[in-house]
């Protein structure tokens, strides 16, 4: 199948390309990668009358960190989230999730913001960047506003977007000292999006305690979702067998995942739990929480 005739705008500024969001409204499509919106124009799910290319758009490429923030523009490409060197060192559950994200033909070419505003409930990002509290930097011709992730995604391919709005970056938190983290996933195949995925971040004192986790589990809700009560059982303790127990019971009982073809509601909860377990122990342990057990050894 090839798409239905469109225009096609490349501007050169995020100012030109905001003005034509507002100028086109509805029926714009904006293209980044297009590693998601490319198929469904040839299959005609999509037709938009209007595309708006954004790779010329120096602004949005980049990433770099200033103070205790890890600034990523949207045109941030996937490839670069797994590689790059300052993306492991101040955000390394990004560059722990990324290599999920379908096979290296697609990250090569798939964008973040292009995955975030695309908000498939199965995509690795939205979830990790829900658990890292990040902050989405959208624009438009009326000026600059931030969007916290929790409130940034919606429901099922829906964002807090407005038509004429542009995500233009994401700004994530510096991991903390001995901060540790881990991203799991269950999948049919390889670079398939995810049945059930989840990403830990734990931060841990001298003595091993956990004094921070925060936790999100992705591909069991419209939206991806964070685990506030397994995240309150962490803090104060260490995830002991006993521990881990009680986080698997709490993650499955709070879920109520929508009905899929791939896998049912009880798979996804009973999976969800032992991920979010198996996730904050790796975690836990990479943050140096496992030292006093090294010693007593």
Not at 18 to 35: E, R, Y
Not at 104 to 131: F, K, N, W
Not at 188 to 202: E, P
């Amino acid at each position: 199948m090839k798409p239905a005739p469109f225009g096609y705008h490349r501007p050169a500024t995020i100012a030109e390309a905001v003005a034509l969001l507002d100028a086109l409204q509805d029926d714009v499509k904006v293209l980044a990668g297009g590693q998601s919106l490319v198929p469904l124009m040839n299959f005609r799910l999509s037709v938009p009358a209007e595309l708006v290319d954004i790779n010329g758009v120096a602004e949005l490429a980049g990433h770099a960190v200033a103070g205790d923030v890890l600034r990523l523009g949207a045109l941030t490409r996937h490839h670069e989230l797994e590689h790059s060197a300052v993306v492991r060192g101040a955000a390394p559950l990004l560059a722990l999730a990324a290599p999920y994200v379908g096979h290296p033909q697609i990250r090569s070419m798939g964008t973040l913001g292009g995955s975030l505003s695309h908000a498939d409930p199965a995509a690795e990002l939205p979830g990790v960047l829900l658990a890292l509290d990040a902050r989405m930097v959208v624009t438009s011709a009326r000026g600059e506003r931030v969007v916290p992730a929790a409130e940034f995604f919606v429901s099922h391919f829906t964002t807090a977007l407005e038509p004429d709005e542009l995500l233009t970056a994401v700004e994530v938190p510096v991991a903390a000292e001995r901060t540790g983290h881990a991203f799991l996933e269950v999948a049919a195949r390889y670079g398939d999006f995810a049945l059930v995925g989840a990403g830990a971040a734990v931060t841990v004192d001298g003595d091993g305690v956990i004094t921070e986790a925060r936790i999100a589990c992705t591909s069991v809700a419209p939206t991806p979702v964070r685990a506030g009560a397994a995240e309150a059982l962490l803090r104060g303790a260490t995830p002991n067998p006993d521990v881990l127990a009680e986080v698997e019971r709490a993650v499955a009982g709070a879920l109520e995942p929508t009905p899929e073809l791939k896998a049912s509601a009880a798979y996804k909860r009973r999976t969800a739990g032992v991920l979010v377990a198996r996730a904050v122990r790796t975690a836990w342990r990479a943050a140096g929480g496992d030292t006093r057990e090294e010693k007593a050894a």
